[in-house]
């Protein structure tokens, strides 16, 4: 499965058939000889994170055998690394909009989903970003400048959420982006698999690490 080519196809098929999309066997965590059944953990969560940030949806599956049985065939106790990690995901995605998450933005900003002037989901992939400097796509909507979004950092694979300090407030910044008012370069660990979920007002729970509640 190449992200990028996958990306794009789900694009496609959400224009041209105005249904849901499904990604099915996008490939298995597991130990067998054959390519597609020996994903590791991280390249897993890797991509139903990229599914999620394209508007589709995917499905799991694991491939370890244990006394010969296979989880994907046999059903059993899961093994592998990646279904905590989706289950992380589900949370942050119960959080959400409930009308769901679109593509926002194909050409200028990479990898932004969610709702235009509400709620924002980037993610990184295998980038590992020490910064990013605060900008939303305008395709969408029309906001007043001065509009305030929260912004979390997300660690997708050691499963926490961390709140930037402060509100950052939107400015409309030429054609395609609206920048902030403020100070908008944000720090990141410069780790592979982050995120970015930036919103306005309250999500629908209370998703933080114990440390920050």
């Known amino acids: 499965m190449n992200s990028t080519c996958s990306r794009r196809r789900g694009f496609i098929l959400r224009d041209a058939f105005k249904k849901p999309v499904v990604y099915d066997e996008v490939g298995y965590e597991g130990d067998v000889e054959s390519r597609w059944g020996r994903l590791t953990g ?11 940030v394209s508007g589709t949806c995917v499905s799991h599956g694991e491939t370890f055998s244990s006394g010969g049985v296979s989880w994907t065939s046999d059903g059993g106790e899961l093994l592998g690394q990646s279904p905590l990690r989706i289950a992380f995901l589900k949370k942050i995605l119960h959080e959400a909009p409930v009308q769901g998450l679109d593509p926002l933005d194909r050409w200028y900003h990479a990898n932004p989903a969610g709702r235009a002037g509400e709620y924002y989901l980037f993610y990184f992939g295998k980038e590992t970003p020490r910064s990013w400097t605060f900008g939303l796509p305008t395709k969408g909507t029309e906001m007043p400048d001065g509009t305030a979004f929260h912004v979390d950092i997300i660690d997708t694979w050691n499963m926490t959420v961390t709140p ?10 030429g054609r395609y982006t609206y920048g902030c008012r403020e100070n ?30």
């Open 184 to 213: 908008g370069e944000i720090p990141l660990p410069g780790r592979p698999y982050l995120a970015l979920r930036i919103y306005r007002g309250k999500l629908g729970g209370a998703l933080r690490n114990a440390s920050e509640q």
């Open 42 to 52: 991280e390249e897993m969560v890797l991509r139903f994170w990229q599914c999620v």
């Open 164 to 173: 930037v300090t402060g509100l950052f407030h939107a400015v409309k910044q």
